[in-house]
C-alpha cells in the first residue's frame, strides 16, 4: 500500500513536471501545427535563468518570475526572428529550429559556463514527511500543485476565449482569419510567447527537481514532450495532461515491477497508443 | 659533417603528440581539464623547455565533438598531416574505442585518457595503447575497498548500460571478495527523472550500504536524500565526481566512497606544482577531477621519450613503457605490462561541509594504494 | 528536354570523375576521410529523400536501419574473416534485414498519418536502440567494438573509392527509380494520397515501397560508416544519425537527389571547417552557435533548399519568358474556335 | 449616391507571374457591382488583391476615401470589408458555430440578430450547428462561407462565386438576400450565373486577360447581344 | 439488360444524422442519368458510398451484378469506376500535365515499374495532351496545378477523369465555378462522351438546364432518401421537386452555341 502510494505520488509529480514541458508545446505544436525541436532550448534557458535568479536574489519566487520573463523574451525573439518565416512548413521548421536549438545550447554555456550548475530548492520546499510509510516529498507536492493550476489558466483561457479557435482556424487557413479582420501574425506571437514562457516555467521549476541544470538538459526533455504531445492528441490540453501522467505513472510502475523494460517504457507506451487510438488520448475538438 | 647532419635534422625533427579531446558537447568540461593538464605536465617535465634530447615537443589538440567518426576522421588527421608520434585521448570511451584501430595501423603509441571503458585494455586491447586513466575495474574496486568488509550487506544502484553495468560487475567482484554481500543489484534509465521505484526497493532489501555508480549530470542524490535513505540507516557510497557535479551532492555530505582525484587528497610535489601553476594561471581555479589525468599522460610521454632517448619508434617506446613507472600528481604510475592499465593510487575519502567551499568536499581517509586497486587483467 | 538530362549527366560524369582521380593528385588524407565521409553520408541522406522528399513521409527512424547495416557488417566481419567476400556478404544481409524491417515496420505504420507515422518511427527505433545496449554479447552495449576491415579496405584510398562508387550507384539506381512510372507515382502519394487512391494505384503498396528503397540503402550507407571507423557503437542508432540525414536531405533541397549529396557535403565541411577554426581563432571556441547559425541562414536565403535555389533562378529566368509568351497569347483562342 | 471603392489601374504580380495587367473598377455606395470574365481571366485576384492577400504591384485602391493600397488584410477587413472566398476557405476542424464565432468581430446583439438572420437564410446551417466544416456538403459550405461574411457588419462585401454548388432554391434565397443587404451594404460580387447576376447586379466591370475590358450598367449589358456573344459566350 | 451499376438500401449515417437513407437505385448501362437534390440531400455521399471512399452502415453496391461492398477504392477504380470530385482534388504541385499523365498511367496499367524511365512511355504524354485540348486546357499543360484559377481546376479534374477512361464515369458537379463561355464546351465534351455510347455516366448538377439536356433519366435524392427516378419530363412534373429544389428559378444560363 505504501508502496503503490510511494510510486503513485512520485509518478504524478513526474507526470506533471513533463506536462509543464509539454503544456508549451501543445501550444505550439498542436494548435500551431509548429514543430519547435528549439521547444527543450527555451526549457534550459528557463531552468538556467531561475537558478540564476535565485542565486543573486535568494527568492524562488522572483527565481520563476525571471525565468517567465526569460521565457516571454525569448519567445519573442524566436517567433520574430526563426519561427515567422517558416509557418506552415515543418521541413524548413526542422532545420530552422533544430539550428536554434545549437545556438541556444552554446549560447548557454557561453553566458553560464559550460559546467553544470546545482540548483537550490529552498527551505520551506525541502524535505519529505513520512505518513504511514507513505514518502511525501514536498516538492513533489508543490509541482502537482502548480500542474493544476497552471492547467485551470490555460484551460481556462482556451474555453472561455475566441483566442484557441482564432488559432486553430489560423493554421487552417491564415489568409481567411485574417480576411475576417484577424492579425493572426500577432496572435500567433503572443502565443508563441506564452508557450515559451510555459517552457522556461517548466525549466525553472525542474531545476531543483533534479537538484542541477546542465546545457543538455534540452534536447533530453524535448523528446519526451513531443511524446506526451503526440500521444495527448495534437493540441489538447486535457489530452497532454493526461498523457503526462501517463508517462510519469508509467515509468513509475514499470521501473518497479518490469525493471528490464524501464528504459523503453515511453516508446513502448507511444507505440501502443499509436497503434490503437492513433488520433491520441482526446483529440483538439474533444478538449 | 656527421655533427651537422644531427644538428639539421633535429632542428626539423620535433615531436609531435596529438590530443583527441571532447572539446564540446556533454563532456566539454572533461575534454578541458585534459587539455590543461597536458599542457602543465608538459612544462613540468621538461622543465619548462618543451623539449626532450634536444627535440622540441608540440601539441596538436582536436575537438572530438564525442561523435566517432568526427574522433576518426581528427586522428587520421593527426597522424596523417600532422605526422604525430603520439596520441592521446579520449574523453568518451567511443571515442577512444573507434580510435585505437588507428594506432595500431599506423604504428604510434597511444595514451588514452580518460577514457574509462574496461574493454579498451581488455577485449579491444592492442599493444600500441596505455592508459593513464584508471579503469571502471579500479573505480570498482576502490569503491569495494572504501566500505566492504566480512558480512556487509551492500546493494548497488547504476545507470542501465554498459558503465553502469561493467562497474557494478567490477564491484561485485570485489566487494565479494572483501566478504561482503550484494543483496541487490539496481539499474535505472540514465536520463530518468524519478527514482522512487529504485530506491523503493533498494529500501525494502535493507542493506548497509547502498554503492551508487553514476556519470552524468542526471542524478538521483537529491531523491535519495528525500527517500530518506540515510535516516533508515542505509548509508551511500560512490566515487566524487568532478567539482561542477560536486556542488549537486551536498544531499549526501557525510557519505564514504572513493576518488579518482581531488587536489587536496594526493600528498607529493608534483601534485603540489599542479595546484600551484594552475591556481596561478587560471584565476584561482583548482586543478578538478581529469586534469591530474592530462598531466600524467604528458609526463609519461616524456619519460618514455627520455628513456629512447627521443626515438619516437613504437617498438622501443613499448617496450620502455611497458613496465614503466613514473612520477604523477597522483604518486607513482605504473603501466603494468601485460594490458599497459597504469596501477595508481585511488582515494578513500568522506565527504564533509567545509567552510568557504560551494560543494562538499572530498577528504581523505585514507590512500588506496595502487597494489590494493589493482584490476584484474582482461585482455 | 534530352539535351537537357544529357548536359547534366554530363556534368555528373565529369565530377564522378574528378572525385575518382582526387585522392592520386592530394596526399591529403583527412580529405580523402571527409570526402569518404560525405558519400557515406550523402547515400544515407538519398535514401532518407527518398521518404520524405519523394513519398511526403518524415521518419524520425531512419537510424535504425543505418545501425542494422552498420551491425550486421561489423558483427560479420568481427566473427568471420575480415575478407572482401565476408564484407560483400555482410552488406547484402544487412540490407536484406533491413528490408524486411522496413517491409514489416512499413506495413505496420504506414497507415498512420504524417506525424503519428514520423512518432511511431521514433518509438520504433528507440526500441531498436535499447535492444543494441542491452544485447550485449553481440554488440557489447554502448562502449561498442572495433573489428578489421578487409585487406583492401585498409587502404584508405581503396575504401575512398569503394564509398564513391557505390555513391555513384545509389545515385544512380535511385534516379532511375525516382524516374520511373513508379517512381512517379510516389510523388503523387506525396502530393495528395487519396487522390493517387482514386486513380486506381494502391498507396500502401507504394509508401511501403518506399520504405523498402530507403531502409535497404540506409543499410548499405550504415555497413560502409562501420568499415569506415572499423568500429561500431550504439551512436549509429541514435536519433543524431537520422536527424543528420534529415538536415543534409533539407538543406540541399527535399525531392531532389543532388540534394542530400550537396546537403551532406555542405554539413559535412561547414562541421569540418568551423571545428577546425575553434582551434586556430578563439572566438570559434563555440563553434556550434555559428554552426547552428548555418542553418537558420540556409532556411532563411534557401527556403527550398540549395537545389531549389538553383531552380528557383532557372525559373525566374524562364518565368520572365513564358510571361511573355503568355502575354501574346492570342485572347479568347478557346472561344473562338468554340463558336466558329 | 458616393464612391466606396475604387480601383485605378491596378497590377498584381504572384511570383513572377503578371497576372494583373491594368484593373480599373468603381463600386458605388449601395450598387452591387458584377465582376464577369472567362475562367484565369483575374476576377478572384481582383478581389485578393483588393482584401491584400495578393497587394497590388502599383495603380492605386481607395475605400472610403481611404488609400488601402498597401494596408495589410486584417486592417482592410477592418476598415468592413467582408470577403467569401471562391474556395469557401471553411475551417474544417471547427464546428459551424466555432467558424461563426472566429468570424465575428463584434459580439453584440446586432452581430446575433444578424446571425440569426443568416440561419433562417440558411437553415441547414442551424441544422448542423454543431457539425464540423469539413464534413458539410458542398453546398452547406458554400452557405456557411457566406454567412460568415454576413455576420458582420460590413460597409463592403467582396463575393466570389456565391451560386457555385447551390441548388436552384437557395440561389433565390441568396439573391434575395443580396438585395436585402444592398440597403446597408455595397456588393462587389463575382458571378458565372449570368441569371443572377443579372438579376443582382446594378453596373458590371469586365476583366478579360488581367484588364479591365469594360465597365458599364448592368441593363446595359443585358441589352448588348454583341458584347455578351464577344465576352461571355451568351446568346 | 443487366444494370451496370446497382444498390440495395445502401444507407450511410454519420452520428445520428442519416446521409443516405436505404437507396435502391439501378444503372443500366450506357445509361446516362443525373442526380439532383437540395444541397446535403446525400448527393456527394452517394458517390462516395459507390465509390468506396465511404463505406455503407447498411447495404450494399453491386457493379455488374458483382458485389463490391470489399472493396477498395482502388479495386472499384480498377474495375471501371471513375469520379471527379466536388471539391477540387488534385496534385497541387504537379503540373497540369503530370496529374493527367498519372490517370494515362493508371488506366494503362504501368503502376509497379520502377526502372524504365517514365519519359519512354511517350504515348502516355501524347495521349494526356489530347486530353488536355479536349478539355481546353492545352495551353495550361505546364502550370502547376495550384497556380491555376479556380474554373481551370475543374477542368484539370474532368480531363483526369476522362484519362482514366472507365466505364462508368461518376460526375460531381463538373461545371461549378466554370465560366459561362467554357460551360458549352465542357457540355459539348460530355455530350461527347455520351454519344460515344459505350460510357455510362452518373452526373451531379445543379444547372437544370444542362440536366435537361443531357439525361436520358434523372433521380431525385431528398434528405438521403431516394424521392423519386425517372424520365426528365416524370421529374420536372413532381410537385416536391418543384417546391423544395427548384423554386421559381429561370434557368436560363446554358449557353445554346
Ligand atoms: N498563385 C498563383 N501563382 C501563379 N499564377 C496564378 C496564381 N493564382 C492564380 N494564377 C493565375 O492567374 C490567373 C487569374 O486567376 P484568377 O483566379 O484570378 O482567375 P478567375 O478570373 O477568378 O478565374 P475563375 O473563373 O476560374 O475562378 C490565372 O491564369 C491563374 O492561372
Ligand atoms: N464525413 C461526414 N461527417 C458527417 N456528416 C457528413 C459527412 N459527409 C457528409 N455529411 C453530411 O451528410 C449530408 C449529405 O452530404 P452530401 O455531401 O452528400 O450532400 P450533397 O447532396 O452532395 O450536397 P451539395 O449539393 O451541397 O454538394 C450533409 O448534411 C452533410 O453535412
Ligand atoms: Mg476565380
Ligand atoms: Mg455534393
Not at chain 1, 493540441?235 to 525493471?259: D, E, H, Q, R, W
Not at chain 5, 482502388?74 to 471513375?82: A, D, K, M, Y
Request: charged share 20%.
Amino acid at each position: 500500500m505504501g508502496l503503490l502510494m510511494n510510486l503513485t505520488v512520485n509518478g504524478l509529480a513526474t507526470g506533471m513536471l513533463i506536462f509543464l514541458l509539454a503544456a508549451g508545446l501543445t501550444l505550439i505544436f498542436g494548435l500551431m501545427s509548429v514543430l519547435n525541436f528549439a521547444h527543450g532550448g527555451l526549457f534550459a534557458w528557463g531552468a538556467f535563468s531561475g537558478v540564476f535568479f535565485y542565486g543573486i536574489t535568494g527568492s524562488f519566487i522572483i527565481s520563476v518570475v525571471g525565468a517567465i520573463l526569460t521565457g516571454i523574451v525569448l519567445g519573442f525573439i524566436t517567433e520574430k526572428l526563426i519561427i515567422k518565416p517558416v509557418y506552415g512548413n515543418h521541413v524548413q521548421q526542422i532545420l530552422i529550429t533544430l539550428g536554434f536549438m545549437l545556438v541556444l545550447s552554446e549560447m548557454l554555456k557561453v553566458v553560464f559556463g559550460p559546467n553544470q550548475i546545482a540548483a537550490k530548492t529552498p527551505d520551506y520546499l525541502s524535505g519529505s514527511w513520512e505518513v504511514g510509510g507513505v514518502i511525501l516529498i514536498k516538492y513533489r507536492l508543490f509541482i502537482i500543485l502548480i500542474g493544476i493550476i497552471v492547467f485551470a489558466i490555460v484551460q481556462f483561457i482556451l474555453k472561455r476565449t475566441k483566442i484557441g479557435l482564432i488559432v486553430r482556424a489560423g493554421v487552417i487557413n491564415k489568409e481567411m482569419v485574417q480576411a475576417l479582420g484577424i492579425d493572426i501574425n500577432k496572435v500567433f506571437l503572443y502565443v508563441f510567447m506564452a508557450g515559451a514562457a510555459l517552457a522556461a516555467l517548466a525549466g525553472a521549476l525542474m531545476a531543483p527537481y533534479s537538484g542541477v541544470v546542465y546545457a543538455e538538459m534540452g534536447l533530453e526533455f524535448a523528446i519526451l514532450a513531443f511524446i506526451v504531445v503526440v500521444i495527448g492528441g495534437m493540441g489538447s490540453f486535457p489530452g497532454s495532461l493526461l498523457a503526462a501522467i501517463l508517462v510519469g505513472l508509467a515509468g513509475s510502475y514499470m521501473a518497479y515491477f518490469v525493471p528490464s523494460l524501464s528504459l523503453a517504457v515511453n516508446m513502448i507506451l507511444m507505440a501502443v497508443v499509436l497503434i490503437f487510438r492513433p488520433q491520441g488520448l482526446f483529440t483538439a475538438k474533444e478538449a | 659533417s656527421g655533427a651537422d647532419e644531427v644538428e639539421g635534422s633535429g632542428s626539423d625533427e620535433t615531436i609531435k603528440v596529438g590530443v583527441l579531446a571532447s572539446l564540446t558537447g556533454a563532456l566539454e568540461s572533461y575534454g578541458k581539464q585534459t587539455q590543461r593538464g597536458f599542457d602543465l605536465g608538459l612544462e613540468y617535465a621538461t622543465d619548462g623547455s618543451m623539449e626532450v634530447n634536444g627535440k622540441k615537443i608540440e601539441v596538436v589538440y582536436e575537438d572530438t565533438e564525442t561523435k566517432p567518426e568526427v574522433a576518426v576522421q581528427k586522428a587520421t588527421k593527426l597522424l596523417e598531416e600532422d605526422e604525430v608520434d603520439f596520441l592521446v585521448g579520449s574523453s568518451s570511451s567511443g571515442d577512444t574505442l573507434a580510435v585505437l584501430p588507428l594506432a595500431e595501423e599506423y604504428e604510434k603509441v597511444m595514451i588514452v585518457e580518460p577514457a574509462v571503458a574496461d574493454s579498451i585494455t581488455g577485449s579491444e586491447f592492442n599493444k600500441y595503447l596505455f592508459r593513464t586513466a584508471r579503469n571502471s575495474s579500479q573505480d570498482a574496486v576502490a569503491g569495494a575497498a572504501s566500505i566492504a568488509g566480512e558480512g556487509v550487506k551492500i546493494a548497488t544502484f547504476a545507470p542501465d548500460y554498459s558503465f553502469g553495468w561493467d562497474g557494478v560487475e567490477a564491484f561485485k567482484n570485489a566487494a565479494e571478495d572483501l566478504g561482503a554481500e550484494i543483496v541487490l543489484e539496481e539499474y535505472a534509465d540514465p536520463a530518468a527523472t524519478d527514482f522512487t521505484a529504485n530506491l523503493q526497493k533498494i529500501i525494502e532489501s535493507d542493506p548497509d550500504y547502498l554503492f551508487v555508480v553514476w556519470a552524468g549530470a542526471n542524478s538521483p542524490w537529491n531523491q535519495i536524500s528525500d527517500m530518506k535513505l540515510q535516516e533508515k540507516g542505509i548509508k551511500i557510497s560512490t566515487g566524487a565526481p568532478d567539482i561542477p557535479a560536486l556542488s549537486v551532492m551536498e544531499p549526501l555530505v557525510g557519505m564514504e566512497g572513493f576518488s579518482v582525484y581531488y587536489h587536496t587528497l594526493p600528498d607529493n610535489e608534483v601534485n603540489d606544482w599542479l595546484v600551484k601553476e594552475h591556481t596561478d594561471r587560471f584565476d584561482g581555479e583548482v586543478p578538478d577531477l581529469f586534469t591530474p589525468g592530462g598531466m600524467s599522460a604528458a609526463i609519461a610521454i616524456v619519460e618514455a621519450l627520455e628513456q629512447t632517448e627521443g626515438e619516437t619508434d613504437a617498438d622501443q617506446l613499448i617496450e620502455v613503457m611497458e613496465g614503466m613507472s613514473f612520477e604523477t600528481p597522483k604518486g607513482t604510475m605504473t603501466f603494468r605490462e601485460e594490458d599497459h592499465q597504469a596501477l595508481q593510487t585511488l582515494y578513500a575519502i568522506k565527504l564533509e561541509q567545509q567552510e568557504g567551499v560551494p560543494y562538499p568536499v572530498p577528504v581523505l581517509i585514507r590512500e588506496l594504494s595502487p597494489e590494493e586497486t589493482e584490476p584484474p587483467i582482461m585482455n | 528536354m534530352i539535351s537537357k538530362l544529357q548536359g547534366k549527366n554530363f556534368w555528373l560524369i565529369i565530377l564522378a570523375a574528378v572525385l575518382a582521380a582526387f585522392p592520386f593528385f592530394s596526399d591529403s588524407r583527412t580529405m580523402t576521410i571527409l570526402l569518404t565521409q560525405i558519400f557515406i553520408f550523402a547515400i544515407l541522406a538519398m535514401s532518407y529523400d527518398i521518404l520524405l522528399g519523394y513519398t511526403g513521409i518524415v521518419s524520425f527512424g531512419h537510424a535504425m536501419f543505418f545501425g542494422v547495416g552498420a551491425y550486421t557488417t561489423a558483427v560479420i566481419l568481427d566473427r568471420m574473416e575480415p575478407t572482401l567476400g565476408m564484407f560483400i556478404l555482410s552488406v547484402g544481409a544487412g540490407m536484406l534485414i533491413a528490408g524486411i524491417l522496413s517491409f514489416i515496420a512499413g506495413l505496420l505504420t504506414l497507415r498512420l498519418k504524417s506525424h503519428f507515422y514520423a512518432m511511431f518511427t521514433l518509438a520504433l527505433s528507440g526500441l531498436f536502440l535499447v535492444a543494441a545496449e542491452k544485447w550485449r554479447t553481440v554488440t557489447n552495449g554502448n562502449d561498442g567494438f572495433t573489428f578489421r576491415a578487409p585487406e583492401l579496405f585498409q587502404d584508405r584510398t581503396m575504401f575512398y573509392l569503394a564509398a564513391l562508387g557505390c555513391l555513384v550507384l545509389v545515385y544512380l539506381i535511385l534516379s532511375r527509380f525516382v524516374a520511373s512510372p513508379m517512381g512517379r507515382v510516389l510523388i503523387a502519394v506525396r502530393e495528395n494520397e487519396q487522390r493517387t487512391a482514386s486513380l486506381g494505384y494502391k498507396t500502401l503498396h507504394y509508401k511501403v515501397t518506399a520504405s523498402v528503397v530507403a531502409g535497404v540503402f540506409a543499410s548499405l550507407a550504415g555497413s560502409l560508416y562501420s568499415v569506415s571507423l572499423r568500429f561500431v557503437n550504439t551512436s549509429v542508432m541514435t536519433m543524431d544519425i537520422t536527424l543528420d540525414a534529415l538536415l543534409m536531405t533539407i538543406i540541399g533541397g527535399v525531392g531532389t537527389l543532388i540534394g542530400p549529396i550537396l546537403g551532406a557535403t555542405v554539413i559535412e565541411f561547414a562541421q569540418h571547417y568551423l571545428s577546425g577554426l575553434a582551434r586556430d581563432y578563439p572566438i570559434f571556441e563555440r563553434w556550434i552557435i555559428f554552426f547552428g547559425i548555418v542553418y537558420i541562414l540556409a532556411v532563411i536565403f534557401f527556403p527550398q533548399g540549395i537545389v531549389g535555389w538553383f531552380r528557383q533562378i532557372r525559373a525566374k529566368r524562364l518565368g520572365k519568358r513564358e510571361a511573355a509568351i503568355r502575354a501574346k497569347q492570342p485572347v479568347l483562342k478557346a472561344k473562338a474556335e468554340e463558336n466558329g | 449616391m458616393s464612391r466606396l471603392l475604387t480601383l485605378e489601374n491596378v497590377h498584381t504580380h504572384i511570383g513572377q507571374y503578371h497576372i494583373l495587367q491594368g484593373v480599373s473598377l468603381t463600386a458605388e455606395e449601395g450598387e452591387v457591382t458584377v465582376l464577369l470574365g472567362r475562367n484565369g481571366a483575374g476576377k478572384t485576384t481582383t478581389l485578393r488583391t483588393i482584401m491584400g492577400l495578393n497587394p497590388a504591384s502599383s495603380g492605386t485602391i481607395h475605400y472610403d476615401g481611404q488609400d488601402i493600397t498597401k494596408l495589410p488584410t486584417f486592417s482592410v477587413a477592418n476598415g468592413g470589408i467582408g470577403y467569401v472566398p471562391e474556395d469557401q476557405a471553411v475551417f474544417t476542424t471547427l464546428t459551424v458555430e466555432e467558424n461563426l464565432k472566429v468570424a465575428m468581430r463584434k459580439e453584440d446583439e446586432a452581430a446575433m440578430a444578424r446571425q440569426d438572420y443568416v440561419l433562417t437564410l440558411f437553415p441547414d446551417l442551424k441544422k448542423f450547428w454543431k457539425k464540423e466544416g469539413g464534413h458539410l456538403s458542398g453546398g452547406q459550405k458554400q452557405m456557411l462561407a457566406m454567412a460568415r461574411a454576413f455576420v458582420n457588419d460590413n460597409r463592403l462585401m467582396l463575393i466570389d462565386e456565391p451560386s457555385k454548388g447551390l441548388a436552384p432554391i437557395v440561389i433565390e434565397s441568396v439573391m434575395e438576400a443580396i438585395r436585402e443587404m444592398k440597403k446597408q451594404t455595397t456588393i462587389v460580387l463575382v458571378e458565372q450565373n449570368f441569371s443572377m447576376a443579372a438579376g443582382v447586379g446594378d453596373t458590371y466591370t469586365l476583366i478579360d486577360d488581367g484588364k479591365t475590358v469594360q465597365n458599364g450598367r448592368m441593363e446595359e449589358l443585358v441589352r448588348d447581344e454583341e458584347l455578351k456573344r464577344t465576352y461571355l459566350g451568351i446568346a | 439488360m443487366e444494370p451496370i451499376l446497382q444498390t440495395e438500401n445502401l444507407t450511410i449515417r454519420f452520428g445520428g444524422h442519416t446521409a443516405v437513407d436505404h437507396v435502391n437505385f439501378t444503372l443500366p448501362p450506357k445509361e446516362f442519368k443525373s442526380v439532383i437534390g437540395p444541397n446535403g440531400a446525400g448527393k456527394t455521399t452517394f458517390f462516395n458510398l459507390i465509390s468506396g471512399e465511404l463505406k455503407p452502415t447498411e447495404g450494399s453496391v453491386y457493379f455488374k451484378g458483382r458485389l463490391i461492398d470489399s472493396l477498395s477504392p482502388v479495386e472499384r477504380t480498377r474495375l471501371g469506376l471513375g469520379r471527379s470530385f466536388q471539391i477540387t482534388n488534385v496534385f497541387p504541385n504537379l503540373t497540369v500535365l503530370e496529374n493527367v499523365r498519372l490517370a494515362v498511367q493508371s488506366r494503362e496499367g504501368v503502376r509497379y515499374n520502377p526502372f524504365r524511365h517514365y519519359s519512354s512511355y511517350k504515348k502516355f504524354t501524347e495521349e494526356s495532351m489530347e486530353i488536355l485540348s479536349t478539355v481546353l486546357l492545352d495551353g495550361k499543360a505546364d502550370a502547376i496545378a495550384s497556380q491555376i484559377s479556380h474554373g481551370e481546376k475543374r477542368k484539370l479534374e474532368i480531363a483526369m477523369l476522362l484519362a482514366l477512361d472507365t466505364e462508368v464515369l461518376l460526375l460531381d458537379e463538373p461545371t461549378a465555378g466554370m465560366s459561362l463561355e467554357e460551360v458549352p464546351s465542357i457540355l459539348n465534351v460530355i455530350r461527347k462522351i455520351k454519344e460515344g455510347g459505350d460510357k455510362t455516366v452518373l452526373l451531379i448538377e445543379h444547372k437544370m438546364d444542362m440536366i435537361l439536356d443531357l439525361s436520358d433519366s434523372i433521380m431525385v435524392l431528398f434528405n438521403g432518401q431516394l424521392l423519386a427516378d425517372g424520365t426528365p419530363e416524370e421529374i420536372m412534373q413532381n410537385e416536391t421537386v418543384q417546391n423544395a429544389y427548384l423554386g421559381g428559378m429561370p434557368h436560363e444560363q446554358t449557353a445554346h452555341a
